[in-house]
């Protein structure tokens, strides 16, 4: 018997685009033989888009807007062996998806309502990470309306960090919202900017020196293993939408030309991560490696990485000797076996 999926894509979030990217190769890629597969486009708007709709957005990468209340079309999905919620930030990747197909009882691919809102959101990450021990670097959350009311304490909170420092939408990704702030006289705009996007904005220090970036994949459920370690260089002046979204303009090396202690290290703490944020099925673990003090910082967790062929997570496992096909098979299997 084949096992019936449900492929969802798009979503809410501003990495809507991104994700039917990681769709069409996931779509793609699971073997026929073994699944039937649906995609459902869930439109900028939240609506599940009918099959006409879903087929022209993954096509055209555009939604359009209309389409099924997602309670409607979560009650149908019981038909459904597993759900594939290919879906990036939140509204997806952050535990909402998830507590509903919890409800409904149907499996589903990555991890559960716990481990996706944690690790969505930078600040839960940093705090639960820091109790368990993983260096990162020194961070300040602030709430909306405390920009609105005593922006001076905000702004006095971002001096003790000092410049420059990096301010973010506490839950979001692809860099949307993201600043690189050099002095006090661009910290206001990259507040507003961010909390434009999110109630909670989380200002980070940066290392003294300008870190290299690498990252690790994880797969797996209560066994996890980790796959060789990968290295983004790009010449802008952090990891930036263009510069993640361009082709071009960012390369990958794999394996990460790093000490082998170092490679080592990254993966012994993304295994760390994974199980203190109780992740499942699959996770990539960003850090920072700061070469001249030998400092590694974890940087954040994303619990439904970049999923397109070219993307850093299915590269790093295909590094291991995984094809992409069989990556999104095993993924599938590892939502079975979690039910
Ligand atoms: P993703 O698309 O991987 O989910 P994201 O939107 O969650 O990304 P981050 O990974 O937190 O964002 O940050 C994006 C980029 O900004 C990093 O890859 C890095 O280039 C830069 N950056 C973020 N925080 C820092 C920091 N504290 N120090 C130095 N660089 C940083
Ligand atoms: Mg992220
Ligand atoms: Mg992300
Ligand atoms: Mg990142």
Redesign the pocket.
Known sequence: MKKRILLLAGGQSG?HEVSLMSARSVLAALPRDQFDVTPVVISKQGRWLPPTDTARALETGVSVPGGDLVLHRAASAEGYDAVFPLL?GPMGEDGTIQGLLTLAGIPFVGSGVLGSAVSMD?VMTKQVLASAGIPQ?A?RLAVRREWGQAPDTVRARAAELGFP??V?PAN?????G?S?VRGLDELDAALTLAFSLDRRVIL????AH??R?VEVGILGNDAPVASPVGE?SFGAE???YTT?YTEGQATMHIPAPLPPEVAARVRELGLAAFRALDCAGLA?V?F?YVEETGELLL??V?TM??FTTTSMYPKLFEAAGLSYSELVTRLVELALERR
């Open positions: 990495e990036h930078k670097v961070w420092l990096f973010k979001l990704g692809s860099s949307v993201i690189k980070e220090a940066m290392t300008k870190p970036e983004l952090f990891y930036d993640k990539r960003d920072f940087n954040e994303n990485p970049g």
